[in-house]
């Protein structure tokens, strides 16, 4: 069965610009998860949805948000960016909460 | 913050011998998580293993969890230049609303 994809899979911004994140999960999978990838910082947790409901966020500005639908499909939208906002974004999804994550490739954002 | 820290930041090893890594965390656990993550890819899923087991296998894999100590290992057997890698522990921390934590992983070169 098909993997989890995000799109786009590079994006280049200019600070103070706004962006969408993509995230379709294995079908049948119900949580979404995503998470920013730094070197410096590691993996940091964003939001994990589960059935259209944000069920936890992690400690990022209101700049970041996300959403999931009925389809589970996810998005994730960065408004003015920053530089620190470049990193690699990762998006997991599970079938279930507490059962193991399958990642997708990852969006490279990368903020001028 | 960092739920589980891996221990050692690096490893290098020469193709064939065993890999050797561990993770140690400071919450109570549902379970605990290890992925492999190629150079600015997504992470792969390696092996989940539940609060109450303490050894998991899975092909060259084997994982041991010592809830007492929270500290858990990943043993890489006969490694392969193939398995050059950035490693992760995660962890899921009991609670409701629990999220899965991920360590600053590991990165693991199989020199052939």
């Known amino acids: 069965k098909a993997g989890v994809t995000q799109t786009p899979r590079y994006l280049i911004k200019t600070r103070g610009q706004q962006v969408t994140l993509s995230c379709s999960p294995i079908?049948?999978?119900?949580?979404v998860s995503w998470y920013q990838q730094t070197p410096g910082q590691g993996l940091q947790f964003l939001f994990e949805y589960f059935s259209e409901t944000q069920r936890n966020k992690g400690n990022f500005p209101g700049r970041f948000s996300g959403r999931q639908f009925s389809n589970s499909r996810s998005e994730m939208n960065v408004s003015t960016l920053e530089l620190g906002d470049s990193a690699l974004y990762l998006c997991?999804?599970?079938?279930?909460?507490?059962?193991?994550?399958?990642f997708g490739q990852g969006t490279r954002l990368t903020v001028v | 913050s960092q739920q589980g820290e891996e221990d050692p930041q690096a490893l290098s090893i020469q193709e064939g011998e065993n890999a050797t890594m561990n993770c140690s965390y400071k919450?109570?656990?549902?379970?605990l998580q290890w992925y492999r993550q190629n150079s600015g890819r997504g992470l792969v899923h390696l092996i989940l293993?539940?609060?109450?087991?303490r050894e998991k296998h899975s092909g060259r894999l084997r994982v041991t969890l010592d809830t007492s100590k929270k500290s858990s290992s990943l043993l890489i057997t006969a490694s392969r230049a193939a398995d050059t890698a950035s490693y992760f522990c995660?962890?899921?921390?009991?609670?409701?609303?629990?999220?899965?934590?991920f360590g600053k992983g590991i990165t693991l070169s199989v020199r052939p």
């Open positions: 997991a999804s599970s079938l279930l909460v507490r059962t193991e994550a399958f």
């Open positions: 995660a962890t899921e921390p009991t609670g409701a609303n629990s999220k899965l934590t």
């Open positions: 293993i539940r609060s109450n087991e």
């Open positions: 079908s049948g999978h119900r949580s």
């Open positions: 919450t109570s656990i549902n379970n």
